[in-house]
């Protein structure tokens, strides 16, 4: 019997969605049938299409995001998969590093990816199922130069998924990170030549990621397939950090 990951009749929240990363995985839980709404600081309201409807939100503004998620909810939206991508880099080695890249870095890549998931946790715990997909990054296990506050707040992300999937699992709620790689977007794009020299030396599967390839980690995740598995952080990085 083949196997074919079919997510129709699930719909999907894509914190991120409108770039890079967050888009890939928009597209792939599209292809794979489910209803996606992507959230975006960077969305105008109202570009919907068929398959995406796409939201305006700032995942630092609690308020908003419980608002949002009311909403959502309320007009038959509630999310069976969670994906928490919306995330932010500002480099600095630490003696340089300013107090408002610091805790901007930390309020959207953690704070943004717990507020979200708090929204989203009493509907999935009614409902009794759901998965959560948090986007760390492998400079959360390796640390990076210039990156302690991206690499803390990655760090800090794994532990909240691991801690959430203790939670949440008695509901039955799945909860899972993935630590890309270099993924070739626009945040990695503003990065210097060598950075990117350096990542293509690394790689030991001989390319660069692609927005793509985390989108497929994420449906394997979100999707039945999957269903034992909660609490792990999968790294996708063609074997970069080994
Ligand atoms: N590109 C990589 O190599 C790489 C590697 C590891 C992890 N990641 C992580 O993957 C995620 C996506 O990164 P990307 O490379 O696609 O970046 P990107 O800059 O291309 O996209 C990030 C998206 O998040 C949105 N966003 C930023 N702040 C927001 C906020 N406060 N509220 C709502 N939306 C907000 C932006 O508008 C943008 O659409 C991030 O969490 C990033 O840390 C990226």
New binding site residues.
Partial sequence: MAIAIDLSGQTAWV??G?????AGVVQTLVAAGARVVS????HVPSADDGSVIRVP????DSASVDATAASLIERGFAPDILVN?????RDAVVWKLSDADWSDVLD??LG?TFRMTRACAPSMRRRRSGTIVN?A?INAIRGKFGQSNYAASKGAVVSFTKAVARELAREGVRVNAIA????E????AALPADVLAQANREVLLGRIGRPADIGNAVLFLASPLASHITGQVLVVDGGQLI
Avoid: E, K
């Fill in positions: 914190t991120g409108a770039s890079g990363i967050g959230l975006d600081r960077s939100l700032d995942v630092r991508n919306a995330g932010i880099a959207v890549n943004g986007i990054s890309p790689g270099f993924i977007t626009p945040l990695t």
